[in-house]
Nanobody, 123 residues
């Protein structure tokens, strides 16, 4: 079992930045690939970014590539999502998720989820 707790969400103006954190506990964090997903009202949960268990490999959705950066600190059992140049369309609840083995873009492939943190971008 892995417990995930997100933090760092909030209200920001368009063009601003936020840094999300996801703290993990329960199992060996370095065994898990981590993903960030988001869900806006009335929309399906969508992939944002993922990072391999070692941190050497990352992947981004086209909509955030070049603006968002995923990273992890296995010594602190934490994964981060640095979000720059935020746009109104980035408004959503952001979730982190964990899965054993390689990173994946489908939410169905992840085994553990946090409760989410709200990000609101004002235009």
């Amino acid at each position: 079992q892995v417990q995930l707790v997100e933090s760092g969400g909030g209200l920001v103006q368009a063009g601003g930045s936020l840094r999300l954190s996801c703290a993990a506990s329960g199992r060996t964090f370095s065994n898990y690939a981590m993903g960030w997903f988001r869900q806006a009202p009335g929309k399906e949960r969508e992939f944002v970014s993922a990072i391999s268990s070692s941190g050497r490999n990352t992947y981004y959705a086209a909509s955030v590539k070049g603006r968002f950066t995923i990273s992890r600190d296995n010594a602190k059992n934490t994964v981060y999502l640095q979000m720059n140049s935020l746009e109104f369309e980035d408004t959503a609840v952001y979730f982190c998720a964990a899965r054993v083995a390689y990173l994946h873009t489908s939410p169905d492939e992840y085994d553990y989820w946090g409760q989410g943190t709200q990000v609101t971008v004002s235009s």
